[in-house]
């Protein structure tokens, strides 16, 4: 993510802040009453310290000051409500508002994005500096009003006691403003760096629990601590960094307004004296001492709120202006319907600029209806093939041609929805079993249809020997599942959309041969009834596709049905007999 200016960064947040002005204005109605019952107060407790000093006791007037008094007591405990209910409210929407629209835009990025972003990263964002924003879109704006109405009224009540005496306590006040502004770029820089190490941690977390059974095997649980040691010493640093510069900043801002009160009382005590002012005024300008000086106190808090909020703003629009590399507008004229005709004409791919060609000259139809076979050594573009046919990646144009139609000029939904996909890992989500299997599917299902995939599947007397059957919660990424569950239920899952296209990406490799014949026996009919890519590296997986087609470091280098490659003798013949000679007779 390039680095975001700060101008910028307050535009974004302003692009959520205007959604929700009328409520925050009122908000800062209500809280500029609470501030104005704060204001009202000493000068009633300026009149009564002057009625005692001056007049014979009166006690209906006392009592009619202390009534005030609690009125306005009272009063303010309503506003405050109000206040923080229009205001912190809003900063609420605008934080489930930003969550929204991250993570729709993450969904809309394409694969390459994934691939070089780790995922404690993203919920760094979605966290922490969600968390920043919401701060300074709320309590920091409420903290800037409080402070500007709070310390501009108490100057002009200060001012119409005694301007001397005003001119005098505020000289340090000024010196507050300064040392924040000076301090500001350090503090942002801080804050950002602290985010980057919670960063680290986070990621760090998220691997080594996806990774628990790894990390066990290799008995590496004392390294995977350190590491992680490593990281939280960062951040704890990195934290310690931030607190010292506001452990410096805070303490200078309480001398600049104890100096205040200093001066306020030298110079107020001879004014006393000297009769130049009531005991009463004394006191009040003593209470609006204070309420000026703890808003600029407050302004470091509201500052720092706001330079976190900033630098999160920051962060946040940096992930939210990178632009999928894969965009197919409206525009684009899509056919009605896709049958599955499939042609690859002189395909050329890379991952990017500077990486070698993966696919090579690939030229390929694979007819309606019938199925291909691709087999090849690891790391030979099988897989790479596959995911360019659901535009995973940028394809050039005329390239690959779906029904005849190039595959950019087809709308995503519209050419996905028309694919089923069993990948190489098998994703499946911390949810039941019925849930994975109805995962791709945007209706209900019935349990009819359900247990007919299954069965198809091969795996459904193995979810009736779950504890729950079909309503069992299965951990992250399937964890409770062996292998061959894994890959039967993710088959079961795209048995059930019946798209036009199936690819089935080594998606046996974990089952026996016994059960990969049954599953091959079981969905034959449905692989018939559409196109079908079937990628594998055993042979009995392909051997009754209609096509196969041998790829080798991105080449199709053999290609026509199983028994005119056996025929050829070639690499897919020698593979087939090597397999021959290590797969048991059934």
């Known amino acids: 993510m390039h680095p975001i200016s700060n101008s910028k960064a307050f535009q974004f947040l ?3 802040l205007k959604k929700h002005t009328g409520s925050i204005l009122i ?41 005030t008094i609690i009125a306005l007591a009272v009063s303010s405990v309503l506003l405050r409500f109000l206040w923080r209910y229009f205001v912190v409210r809003p ?14 835009h993450l969904e809309s990025l394409s694969s390459s994005y994934f691939n070089k972003t780790k995922t404690g990263d993203l919920m760094a964002l979605f966290i922490n500096d969600i968390n920043a924003i919401r701060m300074a879109c709320g309590m920091a704006l409420v903290g800037m009003i409080d402070s500007l109405f709070l310390s501009s ?3 002009f009540f200060m001012f119409s006691i005694s301007p001397q005496l005003a001119l005098y306590t505020i000289i340090p006040l000024p010196l507050i403003i300064l040392l924040l502004v000076k301090t500001g770029k ?3 820089t801080r804050h950002i760096r602290v985010q980057e190490c919670f960063d680290a941690i986070s990621s760090h977390t998220q691997e080594a629990i996806s990774g628990i059974r790894l990390i066990k095997g290799f008995h590496q649980e004392c390294n995977e601590i350190e590491k992680f040691i490593v990281h939280c010493d960062k951040y704890v640093s990195s934290n310690i960094k931030l607190i010292k510069l506001w452990g410096i900043l805070f303490p200078t801002i309480t001398l600049l307004g104890s100096l205040s009160f200093a001066i306020l009382i030298f110079f107020g005590g001879r004014l006393v004296i000297f009769q130049k002012i009531s005991i009463g005024q004394f006191v009040s300008f003593t209470f609006y001492i204070n309420l000026i000086i703890w808003p600029m106190i407050a302004i470091g808090w509201v500052f720092n709120m706001f330079q976190r909020g900033l630098a999160s703003a920051g962060r946040v629009k940096g992930m939210m202006d990178i632009r999928p590399e894969i965009i197919v507008d409206g525009k684009s004229i899509a056919p009605v319907e896709i049958h599955g005709k499939i042609e690859f004409r002189s395909l050329t791919f890379r991952y990017s600029t500077d990486s070698p060609d993966i696919l090579k000259k690939i030229n390929l139809t ?6 291909l076979g691709i087999i090849g050594k690891p790391g030979s573009g099988k897989t790479t093939l596959a995911s360019l046919l659901f535009h995973l990646y940028p394809v050039s144009e005329n390239c690959i041609f779906i029904d005849g139609h190039d595959i950019n000029s087809v709308p995503l939904i519209k050419l996905r929805n028309s694919i089923s996909y069993v990948p190489q890992d098998s994703s499946l989500f911390s949810d039941t079993i019925k849930e994975n299997i109805a995962f791709g599917l945007n209706r209900e299902i019935s349990q009819e249809e359900l247990e007919d995939v299954a069965r198809k599947a091969s795996i459904h007397n193995d979810i009736l020997g779950f504890t729950d059957g079909y309503q069992t919660i299965i951990g992250e990424r399937g964890i409770t599942l062996s292998g061959g569950q894994k890959q039967r239920i ?4 795209a048995l059930l959309i019946d798209a036009p296209v199936l690819i089935l990406d080594d ?5 026996d041969t016994s059960t990969e014949r049954r599953i091959w026996n079981a969905i034959k009919e449905d692989i018939q009834k559409r196109t079908s890519i079937v990628i594998a590296h055993r042979i009995s997986t392909v051997k009754n596709c209609t096509n196969i087609i041998v790829l080798d470091n991105g080449i199709i280098t053999e290609h026509g049905t199983h028994e005119q490659l056996v025929a050829k003798g070639g690499f897919y013949s020698r593979l087939d007999r090597l397999q021959q000679m290590g797969e048991p007779v059934l």
């Open 366 to 371: 694979i007819p309606a209806g019938t199925s």
């Open 490 to 493: 993710a088959i079961a899952r």
């Open 186 to 188: 350090l503090v942002q």
């Open 91 to 104: 900063s609420r929407k605008i934080e489930m508002s930003l969550r929204e629209d991250m993570f729709a």
């Open 27 to 67: 908000g800062m109605v209500f809280l500029i009453g609470v501030d104005s019952v704060l204001l009202i107060i000493p000068k009633i407790i300026e009149k009564a310290l002057d009625v005692l000093g001056n007049d014979p006791y009166s006690g209906g007037v006392i009592l009619k000051m202390v009534l």
């Open 153 to 155: 009224m108490s100057l």
């Open 507 to 511: 998606a046996l490799s974990a089952v």
């Open 14 to 16: 302003l692009h959520y």
